[in-house]
């Protein structure tokens, strides 16, 4: 997975729709600690999500993003 996903295309892969879905999560994450007053630089942060195959018995592969704030 690149680092940023490909949002030329018209629709993106699949892959890159988790990877947006992380990002948002993460922002999401750290806004509601900040909406509460507390600096989400105190947490070091990491959203996984698995891809799994049509059976949802096995992990293909993993996207993840990992966030420390300074």
């Not at 947006?20 to 989400?40: C, G, H, I, W």
């Amino acid at each position: 997975m690149s680092e940023k996903p490909n949002l030329l295309d018209d629709e993106p892969d699949f892959d890159d729709v988790v990877y947006l879905a992380l990002r948002n999560a993460k922002k999401v994450f750290e806004d509601t600690l900040s909406r509460y007053l507390y600096d989400p630089a105190y947490c070091d942060i990491r959203f996984t999500a698995f891809i799994k195959d049509m059976n949802f018995e096995q992990r293909l592969r993993k996207i993840e993003i990992e966030g420390e704030l300074k």
